[in-house]
């Protein structure tokens, strides 16, 4: 049964003492989870050469007294000159493995300065939504060493807390960006500042009276009002209580004060499709949210229902489709793949910046094809860029050293695929033959040794784990070093190359095609509609963005995927919609980059089929959205509306959206609206939920987003993570489907 939500309101009485407690473990649990041993020694610091920089200049880089960021000081000039989130890092690499260490670099570096560098004695830091890196060598290896472990390992510890207290970390340091003085206190302006920096607009008044309430330290040791870091997480929760939670929670406490473990369990299995929910699992999840000490697991107060609410454990995603759970043993032809578009380019495709970065970027979002241009380069080393443009050149050993090989089977188990584009001479092609091999060794796929005779259908992706696969386009003939490492992708340029080459009425199991959108297009607008072999049955298919797209931009991948094409390769480094919808396609299998096509898809077909045999009706109420980021000029008369967009089926197009909210806060809008829909073909579908902001000017922005395959949705109430990087934000909503 759905609850009856009432209208948001922000109530200002409910569960102050627990609210305090939460704040409190919230601290408690990091404080005590991250080993102090390792916390003091980067407390202590270490002093290194920083990499790259226009001076030759020592810094000093320590991890600040809250265990919360980097700093990085320098001998002269203002200190600290950078400030790095540990939770803004992404990645700590030992070795030269940024593009600040590639080959040119370090000698154009080491000449300058007169330095030179040691490759165990490097690390690089990799943080921020662009990639940026901090660059550094240690006076010893041993230093090295010890930098990137300790702070691997505090990232690692602080990534396993986020379920519990991400909310938690990320008000805390608004609290201290906003604490400009370094007091350690806010007064009440400051935190109406910060409110409105959040996106919260509830009144003077109103913040007024919540602040008083919030304010349970001793007012004697302070000249004013002002309140501390737990205190204002105390006013944030009074601020941000959420009502559709509070009704949920009565709803099924059968009036009660508190949820007993019965009561739990048939919530579980009955409105949120938990089948396996009996009362041991129900008592395992009260545990789990306890917010005091206690052997009671019989029931679960308002406090800890939310804090359950509001776990990873019920997003929107299928908890077991966060791992690989399809089939992995059929032919690669079998599958969908994740695939990048000049992986190289972090910007347009005239002018833009090429770095190594674009393949460890695309390798970690779960990508399993990458490209890689090659043009002769000088010296007889092969070169990595945009050919007869103006972007920037990189060494393909370096592009195969440092931006793939550190991060190939890192994030996936599976093949990976160099889609190499052949610009090279012979004596260039014989040398980038020689790197793959001197470079990859056992991983690289040799097709003549492991698949002779070229078996009737393709290796699966459990039998290729942890092998790289090549294969060529361009030149019409390879070098005999390169020919003989791409027997298994043989790639053509055309649909008609590829029909010259037919054994029989068969395509050899082991070719590609590699054609542009509107080449695709063209060719499966002309396929016959009376049954026939899908060409994708055996044949591999890549389809990439047509060259008229200057600025990077890409296409929506969909129609491809309904004819069975594998590999559609988009821009990985502009983000927007339809690469929205590609990371959620591949949330169907745990995101490793490997999808299984419908059934249908790998038979005979007749085109696309008119109707599905497993027709769902789909029932999604879209209750309220938390937390949205302030876009730069909004105001109170802006509003916002939720959009929900599916992809997939041509039946299944739809697009629909909430009525709009006028006041311009970002809180916790409200909206309880129901929308039902027929889906033909969940299997191919794919839904997108994003938040739009309108403001007087009737201009349009999407504030965030979330895409996952209908097939992932799970049942219930679910919150939807919205991809802003800025602030924890969320959909709620409730999902039903039933079968037709």
Not at 241 to 249: D, G, K, Q, S, V
Not at 601 to 623: F, H, V, Y
Not at 700 to 719: D, F, I, M, N, W
Request: overall charge positive; charged content about 20%.
């Amino acid at each position: 049964m759905a609850s009856k939500i009432p209208p948001t309101e922000h109530s200002t009485s409910n569960d102050n003492d627990t609210s305090q407690q939460k704040c409190d473990i919230d601290r408690e649990i990091i404080s005590q989870s991250l080993r102090k041993d390792l916390v003091v020694l980067l407390q202590n610091g270490a002093w290194f050469l920083e990499i790259g920089s226009s001076n030759d200049r020592q810094v000093h880089v320590s991890l600040d007294k809250n265990a919360a960021k980097l700093l990085a000081s320098f001998v002269h000039g203002p200190n600290p000159a950078k400030q790095i989130y540990l939770t803004d890092i992404t990645d700590v690499r030992y070795g030269w493995k940024t593009d600040v260490f590639s080959e040119n670099a370090r000698k154009k570096f080491e000449l300058r300065f007169d330095v030179k560098l040691k490759e165990d004695c490097c690390l690089s830091i990799i943080y921020g939504r662009q990639r940026q890196s901090l660059d550094l060598q240690a006076n010893d290896s041993t230093i090295a060493q010890t930098w990137v472990n300790n702070i691997s390992f505090l990232i690692d510890e602080i990534r396993a807390l986020a379920s519990s207290s991400n909310k938690s970390e990320w008000l805390r340091r608004a609290f201290k960006d906003a604490d400009t003085n370094r007091s350690g206190f806010l007064d009440f302006r400051e935190c109406c500042r910060l409110l409105s920096n959040l996106n919260v607009n509830i009144g003077t008044q109103k913040a007024a009276k919540i602040f008083q309430l919030s304010y349970t330290n001793s007012r004697l040791d302070r000249e004013k009002d002002v309140l501390d870091e737990k205190e204002f997480l105390q006013f944030y929760n009074l601020v941000s209580e959420r009502t559709e939670l509070n009704a949920i929670f009565q709803d099924y406490a059968d009036g009660n004060a508190n949820l007993s473990d019965y009561s739990l369990a048939h919530f579980l299995k009955e409105v949120q499709g938990i089948q396996h929910a009996d009362l041991h699992f129900a008592q395992m999840l009260i545990k789990q949210h306890k917010l005091q000490k206690t052997k009671a697991i019989t029931e679960m107060t308002l406090p800890e229902f939310k804090l359950m609410m509001n776990s990873p454990f019920f997003d929107i995603l299928k908890k077991e489709h966060l791992q690989v759970n399809q089939d992995m043993n059929r032919p690669l032809s079998d599958y969908y793949i994740s695939c990048s578009h000049n992986t190289y380019l972090m910007g347009d495709q005239l002018m833009g910046v090429s770095s190594i970065e674009g393949y460890a970027s695309a390798l970690e979002r779960g990508c399993r094809c990458l490209e890689l241009d090659l043009w002769d380069g000088p010296n007889s080393q092969p070169i990595v860029y945009h050919g007869y443009t103006k972007t920037s050149k990189l060494l393909a050993r370096d592009v195969l050293s440092k931006g793939i090989k550190p991060f190939a089977f890192k994030f996936s188990p599976f093949p990976l695929i160099l889609s190499v584009e052949n610009h090279l001479s012979h004596l260039q092609q014989t040398i980038f033959a020689q790197d793959l091999r001197q470079i990859f060794g056992p991983a690289l796929f040799w097709a003549v040794e492991e698949n002779p005779g070229n078996t009737p259908s393709l290796l699966s992706p459990n039998q290729l784990r942890g092998k790289i696969i090549i294969k060529v386009t361009g030149a019409k003939v390879c070098s005999p070093a390169l020919q003989c490492l791409i027997n298994f992708c043989k790639s053509f340029p055309s649909f008609e190359k590829m029909e010259g080459q037919k054994v029989g009425h068969i395509m050899p199991c082991y070719s590609v095609v590699s054609v542009s959108e509107i080449e695709a297009t063209t060719y499966l607008k002309k396929l016959p509609k009376e049954t026939r072999l899908n060409p994708t049955c055996q044949t591999m298919m890549r389809v990439y963005p047509t060259a008229t797209r200057i600025a990077s931009s890409n296409f929506n991948p969909v129609y491809y995927w309904n004819f069975g094409c594998q590999m559609v390769a988009l821009n990985f480094q502009t983000p927007g919609k339809y690469l929205e919808i590609n990371f959620g396609r591949f949330r169907r299998n745990g995101s490793c980059g490997y999808v299984l096509k419908p059934v249908w898809l790998l038979g005979k077909i007749a085109r696309i089929p008119s109707t599905g045999k497993s027709s769902k009706m789909l029932q999604l109420r879209i209750i309220s959205v938390q937390n949205l980021p302030k876009r730069p000029g909004q105001t109170k008369k802006g509003n916002f509306y939720v959009s929900v967009q599916i992809d997939g089926h041509p039946s299944d197009s739809y697009k629909f959206r909430t009525t709009s909210l006028m006041n311009g806060n970002g809180l916790n809008p409200f909206w309880n609206e129901i929308k039902n829909v027929k889906i033909c073909f969940p299997e191919l579908a794919v839904i997108c939920f994003s938040v739009k902001y309108v403001d007087s000017f009737k201009i349009k922005q999407t504030l965030a987003s979330y895409c996952l395959p209908v097939e992932s949705l799970a049942s219930g109430y679910r919150h939807a993570p919205l991809s802003s990087t800025e602030i924890i934000s969320s959909i709620f909503l409730h999902v039903q489907m039933s079968d037709l």
